[in-house]
């Protein structure tokens, strides 16, 4: 396999932390909606997704990265990103997602402003 | 005279092998001292346009032809399918919407063209009913 991925998540009271690594494709991005979703159906709806091992994301990847988004919506959540790229903070801004969730440069920012 | 470097791959539409693709086009922007957020752009154009080519040429030999011209100055990719050909509708993103979500700016399918060309300096597409080429040119920035 030419892409090893992983998601490391870190879960703290009120809010949850998912790392992932490798290339952001259909393969992981399925893998990172599972666990986010498991979280959100859990009640955990303060969600931070740290791409700073996140060497690619193409636009299948972002796609999911979008129903992340709409499913913390309809139940009032908040999704912040952190360790973009500036390529792929481009690509984010491009396709509207930084209207709908924070994008900050380091987890600790990330997470004090859920 | 620019010392120019041409290299000629096939990959088979396999999960994945676009990352074949989008190596060798680093590896050739990086000996031309591109700079890192360039040879990052070039990776996501050349995925994006594979995975195009993957996910709607409905070629029968499920392959993809791509063809790297690297000068000192600028990054040319040309990357064929023998597929069916693209319509406006496909170009234009219109046909790969899927359902609405919540925010109709959130589009969720049918992005990768606007990326490619947002990130990239000039961007062509030859399509016919025997297979596309996308064309794409990254120049070179002084640092």
New interface residues.
Partial sequence: ???KFDIQIREAQEHAVIETTG?L???LGEQLSEKAQELIQGGCVQLVINLEKTT?????G??IL??I??SL??REGTLNFCGL???QE??FR????A??AGIFPDEESAVANL | MSDQHKVLLTIPMYPDMELAAAKTGSVLAELKDFNEEAVEEIQLAIIETCINASEHSQSEDKEVHIQFLVTDDQLQVKITDRGVGITADTLDGTRLLGSPGIHPDLRKRGRGLQIIKALMDEVMIESSPNGTTVSFIKKKTAE
């Fill in positions: 396999m030419l892409n290339y494709n259909d393969a690619l994301i193409n636009s299948i972002i796609s979008i129903e988004i709409e919506e309809e790229s500036p390529t481009r690509t491009m396709m509207a997602i209207k709908y």
